[in-house]
């Protein structure tokens, strides 16, 4: 029993409803979250390190044992997702405290952010699958928060599509545990595992891990990304960075976790499926990478590329590329959260999103234009950077394993992704400078402290990688061998 | 043109006293037996509802002067804390405890700290209903 794992979900949860009394005070809301994120991400770290000398921590609520009642299980996975998650989300206030208006604040802004920090924290710290759905709904309600509030018609016009899809794939969700639970009789993540494991993972079995596959396909953007594009490049800046660098990535955890941890008996199968599908996604993000000059569009199809990109890591599952994996996604998080924030930025200067009514904003703003020279080698993997050592190993790993289409198809959208953004880069910082120095208009040092921020935040992931190394493996270890994360929940329990 | 709603307010004024007694004997019956916070709570909603629809939306807001939306973030608020009290006594979220004691009219009675959790959920549950209706009836 550990109660402290809760502390990164009970929080934010606390101060965002302390903060529905607190309304009509925009400043002082925006300093409750970013502290109220300092200390999640403070805790999480500590818990981290808790993981790696004392093992597996959980907590079961109201002191009911696995597999009957609902459990927090933390092991490094979770917690270095949650402790990035944080920190992402730190940063991306400290943005929002300068860049929201007014009206903004005042309509539950922070609150629906700290509520759908929560969910994120939940969902990567539950070790119940039902629990789970209940964090995925926490999330997804206050994302139809942040992507309606403030009511552009492109806005509400996307809001409409992105509620649609994620209520039927929710209840999709909801049909599937309903199957599963039919079939095996439990909830519980390990007890799962151990059920699956006995019964051998039958045609039934595998056909229900297949709709899992499909509703977490449809929360990470895996091949049906459709509703993504435009659901993330409608709605404020901070919003949108915090969609892109956290809403997929909850995704993907479950589907690591679900198809390393309860459905692992029939890889041929299951991972086969989720190979040609991150293959597809690779393939159909870059091709939408480079078709849009929105600027925002550009960013989201980056978001979907990132996506397959990790789920090739899933689908090969050798250590090699699990741990590559985990570091992609950790790095994507970051990149993904300030690639936003920059667009957003110029977007915020120029007045336009449109790739090819700006140009020569390196005369203007060099810092800003840096930042995203950096940002693009970052995403592109070029080394001392966080990209780097993620794909080295996930490339490594198909070799390993021979899925040379992966292979290819992974290299080559590391070549889009930075083709996509040297478009950017190339018309929108270089050239002729539109805009003379004296009617700039001025950028407010306090949009690019944040960026910043995250430029030192992927500088240090790529040179920090060898103390990062320790967690990662671990983490790796853990969802390689089911039986540690199964041990730790059912321990003694275990028939 | 005024709708003669005579039998309606008349029967509403009984009628909302019922449903509120029903819905706080479905809250506490929900200890051992159908019923419970979520279900007290929606019991409950529906009597301001009708309340709402049989007078006028300023009558009702003068006569019960909170804001709904406050009501159910003060309900997650009891739920959570109440939750996350056994924290501060060494035991898991969302331990329970209960124990009898001898009240002066009912005797012995066993009283147990889930009834604040529901009674947070059952807050939550009317804030969240009777929040709902009146948004939707705003619209033109």
């Known amino acids: 029993m550990n109660n402290i794992i809760l502390l990164p979900v009970l929080i934010p949860v606390m101060v965002g409803i302390l903060l529905i009394f607190l309304r009509s005070y925009g400043r002082t809301q925006a300093w409750f979250s970013i502290f109220t994120m300092a200390a999640t991400a403070g805790i999480s770290y500590y818990l981290l390190e808790k993981v790696q000398s004392d093992g597996i921590q959980r907590l079961d609520f109201g002191g009911w044992a696995p597999p009957f009642g609902i459990s927090f299980v933390a092991d490094s996975f979770s917690l270095l997702l949650v402790l990035t998650a944080s920190i992402v989300t730190f940063v991306c206030l400290m943005y929002a405290l300068f860049s929201t208006n007014k009206l903004l604040q005042t309509m539950y802004y922070y609150p629906s952010v700290l509520f759908l920090i929560a969910g994120v924290n939940g969902s990567f710290l539950t070790g119940d699958l039902f629990n789970l759905f209940v964090c995925f709904e926490v999330m997804l309600l206050s994302s139809y928060v942040l992507l309606t509030l403030g009511g552009a018609k492109r806005q509400l016009r996307e809001a409409i599509k992105y509620v649609v899809i994620n209520i039927v794939s929710s209840w999709f969700f909801l049909v599937a545990l309903a199957y599963l639970y039919g079939a095996v009789g439990t909830l519980n993540m390990a007890h799962l595992s151990v059920r699956v494991a006995e019964a051998g993972q039958g045609p039934l079995l595998t056909t229900i891990s297949i709709v899992f596959m499909i509703v977490f396909s449809l929360k990470a953007g895996l091949l049906l990304y459709f509703w993504l594009p435009g659901s993330y490049s409608t709605p404020p800046v901070v919003t949108s960075a915090l969609f892109g660098a956290l809403l997929t990535k909850v995704g993907i955890y479950a589907l690591f976790r679900v198809f390393s941890l309860i459905f692992n008996q029939q890889p041929e199968i299951t991972h086969a499926i989720i190979g040609v599908m991150a293959g597809l996604t690779l393939i159909g993000g870059s091709i939408g990478a480079i078709a849009y000059n929105d600027i925002r569009k550009i960013a989201a199809y980056n978001v979907v590329i990132a996506v397959g990109f990790i789920l090739v890591g899933l689908a090969i599952s050798t250590p090699n590329a699990i741990e590559g994996a985990i570091y992609y996604l950790i790095h994507d998080m970051v990149v993904k959260a300030l690639l936003f924030l920059l667009v957003g930025t110029v977007i915020a200067l120029t007045g336009t999103a449109q790739l090819h009514q700006m140009s020569g904003l390196m005369k203007n703003y060099p810092l800003l234009g840096w930042s995203f020279f950096i940002t693009m080698l970052s995403l592109a993997g070029v080394p001392p950077l966080s990209g780097f050592i993620g794909k080295v190993l996930v490339s490594e790993g198909a070799i390993e394993s021979g899925a040379y289409i992966l292979l290819a198809l992974s290299l080559l959208s590391s070549l889009f992704v930075l083709y996509s953004l040297l478009r950017i880069f190339k018309n929108s910082f270089w050239g002729e400078t539109i805009v003379g120095k004296e009617d700039q208009v001025p950028l407010n040092s306090r949009f690019l402290v944040p960026c910043l921020v995250l430029v030192l935040l992927t500088f240090g992931i790529g040179l920090g990688t060898e103390g990062l190394s320790a967690y990662v493996t671990d983490a790796a270890e853990t969802l390689l061998n089911p039986d540690i994360y199964v041990d730790a929940v059912l321990e003694g329990a275990r028939p | ?140």
């Open chain 2, 1 to 140: 043109m005024k709708i003669n709603d005579v039998i309606l307010k008349t029967v509403s004024q009984a009628g909302v006293l019922i449903i509120l007694t029903f819905g706080v004997y479905l809250f506490l019956s929900g200890h051992n037996q159908p019923g419970g916070g979520f279900i007290g709570g929606l019991v409950l909603a529906t009597a301001f509802v009708l309340m709402f629809l049989t007078f006028d939306s300023e009558t009702v807001n003068k006569a019960i002067p909170f804001d709904f939306k406050k009501i159910s973030a003060l309900g997650v608020l009891l739920a959570f804390s109440s939750s996350a009290l056994p924290m501060f006594f060494g035991q898991p979220f969302m331990s329970q405890t209960f124990g009898y004691f001898d009240l002066p009219i009912f005797g012995k009675t066993e009283l147990a700290t889930v009834t604040l959790f529901e009674s947070g959920v059952a807050l939550t549950v009317i804030g969240v209903v009777v929040n709902i209706i009146t948004s939707i009836s705003e619209d033109e």
